[in-house]
């Protein structure tokens, strides 16, 4: 079993930044990726930036291309999700899905984001 947590969401001006943080505890060997989602008031959730753990493949979501930076520490089983030049648009809950090696997906109680214009 996997256990989740993030942290470091908060409210912020627009054009503002924030780093968000997603921990992972227990059979942490097993982990094979880690992927932040959000999900805003009356929307679907929607993937924001994925990362491998045995390599360095990164994907994101085209409206964070070139604002958000997703990074990981294998050592500390942490990884994180840089987000720059904010937007109203942002807002959201943030949650942090890990998946390991059966597929699963285990995830974490979310952070919110707020972004005030």
């Known amino acids: 079993q996997v256990h989740v947590v993030e942290s470091g969401g908060g409210l912020v001006q627009a054009e503002g930044s924030l780093r968000l943080s997603c921990a992972a505890s227990?059979?942490?060997?097993?982990?094979?990726?880690i992927v932040w989602y959000r999900q805003a008031p009356g929307k679907q959730r929607e993937l924001v930036a994925d990362i491998a753990i045995g390599g360095s493949s990164t994907v994101y979501v085209d409206s964070a291309k070139g604002r958000f930076t997703i990074s990981r520490d294998n050592a500390k089983n942490m990884v994180y999700l840089q987000m720059n030049n904010l937007k109203p648009e942002d807002t959201a809950v943030y949650y942090c899905?890990?998946?390991?090696?059966?597929?699963?997906?285990?995830w974490g109680q979310g952070t919110q984001v707020t972004v005030s214009s």
């Open positions: 227990g059979s942490t060997s097993s982990i094979t990726a």
């Open positions: 899905k890990v998946v390991d090696n059966y597929g699963n997906g285990h």
